[in-house]
């Protein structure tokens, strides 16, 4: 997705919210970060949904006290909406501190057919 200024499609906002919502009902960590993941997979085109991601993720890594996580997702959050507006936000790219901050990945393929009709 191309840098834009244009509100988050609404599909794309449902889409993220529910992964938001997915995050917090989750019983287990996998699924917990999971859903967070695949919230920042589709927020990376906007700048103010994609800090959101890293904050949840950042909320998520101190209640786990994952001490590098949590380091790892302060240095995103001060990156995540200057990177979004500036088009840099590496596609696919899963936001978690165990990953480079400018390594591209695959984006799943639901994920990707919602974003490519945005």
Known sequence: MAFTLAPMPAPVRAAFEAELR???AARDLDAMWTALERAHILSQSWAW?????????????LRRRDR???????VRLTVAGPS?????????NTGRASVGLRTEM?????????????
């Open 49 to 61: 949904p994609h800090t959101r991601s890293h904050w949840h993720m950042f909320l998520l890594a």
């Open 84 to 92: 979004s507006l500036l088009d840099l936000a590496p596609p696919g």
């Open 22 to 24: 997915a995050a917090r």
């Open 106 to 118: 695959p984006v799943p393929g639901d994920l990707a057919a919602l974003l490519a009709k945005a």
């Open 68 to 74: 590098r996580e949590a380091v790892g997702q302060a």
